[in-house]
């Protein structure tokens, strides 16, 4: 493929492109057939530490770049993606399995936060006060935190990176991405774009390997990290934290989720379906947002449960790049299988398989889209993240019986619910334990929103206003008065 051919496979250092110092490589496959799609450079600890080298010795100069400098690099950065849609979505369905439509999608979306974050560059602002007494002038100004680490994850290739980048390139931070070791060719890719669009070399720095804990906890535990920034695995970000207490690196995180969907009984079932289609089947059920317990008022569960099998029955299952597909492969065989056990636990324990739950025949990592009923209590895919195209819809009577049993995680990234009464709706994703939450609708995800979750779905928050103040520090300064 040609779109693979013309991405870099080395190391991102210093605005160079250099192989690993093992001469090391790691394999990038495509998961609709199994096969060997390139060899990228499997950095080492060593690479690791040029990679934070080289940002470092680029931080004051580039804190000391004037915003607007830093602004139009990111609106040329977002007119270059929107330009190569084709090449880019064409590159993240071959390195990941989603159906082009789908990789078309994301570019738009991800190319957002550039522009997003170019028009925030610009509006860093402080603030000066008399303090109380008179004395003095409270001056405070706001500074880039420092280098950064940024780690990402497989499933949105592009829109991770550029979510992670912008508002860091905005504040006059530098940076070390470590990609996702299944998708390491759209941050490659994007590093070449930023470099056309004029963003000086040692800014971003990018670190492609298979061997992420040997390479990043000697950079957390260094002192030369600012900043962590991660989006994957609760588990994972557990880890990052502990590593991250030597030194009192800033975080933020976006870690698992265990999303609930709830459709009441007053509900619009075209709307609530329609909804639950987009939460499920977005990215094949592989995003940290996806509906994963679908709770419906037992007065219209049969009809919802139907209407809800003869769509995910239709979808069309295959490659990505092929037309007319809905539902790509899953991300590995280990995805799939991960999601079959789900499946098979759950109807061992006494669920029904309205549509899907076979293995299919076949090369690449394909699973079909699969709707259970009748979930029992104990069933462990009620209490796991699928990352799959299943569906699992459990009943409930009354609000209060449904608001305990979807806060009843330690998850809580977004939320979703159905209702056409307005005061229900409120009062329902108040006492929702989600940082967001989708009223009437299955996307909540959206550049000028703040994304984010709370309990151990994460800190901090991504996008919108608040984005780019997880990449500064506030800084204080007393001046007498009459001085």
């Known amino acids: 493929m040609t779109v693979v051919r013309e991405v870099p496979k080395q190391l991102f250092i210093g605005g160079d492109w250099q192989d690993a110092e093992s001469g090391r490589t790691l394999s990038v496959d495509d998961p609709a057939t199994g096969e060997e799609l390139c060899q990228v450079a499997d950095a080492s600890?060593?690479?690791?530490?040029?990679?934070?080298?080289?940002?470092?010795?680029?931080q004051a100069a580039w804190a000391a770049t004037p915003p607007r400098v830093r602004s139009e690099i990111l609106r040329r950065a977002y007119d270059i993606i929107i330009a190569r849609t084709e090449d880019l979505a064409l590159l993240m369905t071959l390195e990941m399995g989603k159906p082009l439509a789908e990789a078309r999608a994301e570019v738009a979306y991800g190319a957002e936060f550039f522009r997003w974050f170019s028009e925030e560059a610009v509006r860093i602002d402080g603030g000066m006060m008399t303090a109380p007494d008179g004395r003095n002038r409270l001056l405070v100004?706001?500074?880039?935190?420092?280098?950064?680490?940024?780690?990402t994850p497989w499933n949105f290739p592009l829109a991770m990176g550029t979510r992670k980048i912008g508002p860091a390139v905005a504040a006059g931070c530098t940076i070390v991405l470590k990609p996702a070791p299944q998708t390491p060719l759209t941050s490659l890719a994007l590093a070449q774009i930023l470099t056309e669009a004029g963003l000086p070399a040692g800014v971003l720095n990018i670190v492609t390997t298979s061997d992420a804990a040997g390479v990043v906890e000697p950079l957390l535990r260094g002192?030369?990290?600012?900043?962590?920034?991660?989006?994957?695995?609760?588990?994972?970000?557990?880890?990052?934290?502990a590593q991250c207490a030597d030194t009192v690196i800033r975080t933020s995180m976006e870690l698992g989720g265990n999303a609930p969907l709830l459709v009441f009984d007053d509900a619009d079932l075209d709307v609530a379906v329609e909804g639950t289609m987009v939460a499920k089947m977005?990215?094949?059920g592989e995003s940290c947002c996806a509906a994963n317990r679908i709770f419906v008022h037992t007065s219209v569960a049969d009809e919802f449960a139907q209407r809800l099998t003869a769509r995910m029955a239709a979808l069309t299952v295959g490659p990505g790049t092929e037309p007319g597909t809905?539902?790509?492969?899953?991300?590995?065989?280990?995805g799939r299988s991960k999601a079959?056990?789900?499946?098979?636990?759950a109807v061992k324990r006494g669920a029904?398989?309205?549509?899907?739950?076979?293995?299919?025949?076949?090369?690449?990592?394909?699973y079909p889209p699969t709707v259970l009923t009748g979930i029992a209590p104990d069933?462990?895919?009620?209490?796991?993240?699928?990352?799959?195209?299943v569906a699992a819809i459990r009943t409930f009577e009354t609000e209060d019986e449904v608001v305990a049993a979807a806060n009843d995680t330690e998850f809580g990234l977004v939320s979703y619910l159905f209702t056409q009464n307005l005061d229900r709706a409120l009062r329902v994703a108040e006492r929702l334990e989600s940082g967001m939450i989708g009223i009437n609708t299955g996307l909540v995800s959206n550049p000028a929103a703040p994304f984010g979750g709370v309990k151990q779905s994460g800190l901090g928050r991504e996008g919108g206003l608040v984005g780019i103040d997880e990449f500064l520090e506030y800084k204080y300064m007393a001046v007498p008065v009459g001085a």
């Open 45 to 58: 600890p060593a690479d690791g530490r040029r990679a934070l080298d080289a940002a470092v010795a680029a």
């Open 282 to 284: 977005r990215n094949m």
């Open 141 to 151: 100004a706001r500074q880039p935190v420092g280098p950064c680490l940024l780690i």
């Open 340 to 345: 079959h056990d789900l499946v098979r636990d």
């Open 223 to 241: 002192g030369k990290i600012r900043k962590l920034s991660f989006t994957g695995s609760t588990q994972v970000g557990r880890i990052l934290l």
């Open 352 to 366: 029904t398989v309205l549509t899907g739950g076979e293995l299919p025949e076949g090369a690449g990592c394909f």
């Open 326 to 334: 809905d539902v790509g492969p899953l991300i590995d065989l280990a």
């Open 379 to 389: 069933s462990a895919i009620i209490d796991s993240e699928i990352f799959g195209p």
